[in-house]
């Protein structure tokens, strides 16, 4: 079994950029894809990106597509949530994730089967 740990999270103002790690450990994940979700206080966990295995596609929320850039680097083990133009509704845990079964949609939280502990995201107005 993985284990994921996320960082990379903290305090940003409007407009800022961070950039969140996913590493695994445990396993080699290069076989598997990788997606990052958050949750904010009161709401679901919801989508935000997703990469295959190979790192050729590429999904996204619309409501972070252009800002933000999801990346992963097989030999080291780790996926990166690269997030730029930072706005306050981005304010999250966000928490890596990867899928082991090989069919089933990107979208749902239910088609992920391990997750990082989360790292937290405020973005101040």
């Known amino acids: 079994q993985a284990q994921l740990v996320e960082s990379g999270g903290g305090l940003v103002q409007a407009g800022g950029s961070l950039r969140l790690s996913c590493a695994a450990s445990?396993?080699?994940?290069?076989?598997?894809?990788m997606g990052w979700f958050r949750q904010a206080p009161g709401k679901e966990r919801e989508f935000v990106t997703a990469?295959?295995?190979?790192?050729?596609?590429?999904y996204y929320a619309n409501s972070v597509k252009g800002r933000f850039t999801i990346s992963r680097d097989n030999a080291k083990n780790t996926a990166y949530l690269q997030m730029n133009s930072l706005k306050p509704d981005d304010t999250a845990v966000y928490y890596c994730?990867?899928?082991?079964?090989?069919?089933?949609?990107?979208?749902?939280?239910?088609?992920?089967?391990?997750w990082g502990q989360g790292t937290q995201v405020t973005v101040s107005s």
């Open positions: 994730t990867i899928k082991t079964a090989g069919v089933g949609d990107y979208f749902a939280p239910n088609e992920y089967d391990v």
């Open positions: 445990g396993r080699t994940v290069s076989r598997y894809d």
């Open positions: 990469i295959t295995f190979s790192g050729i596609s590429t």
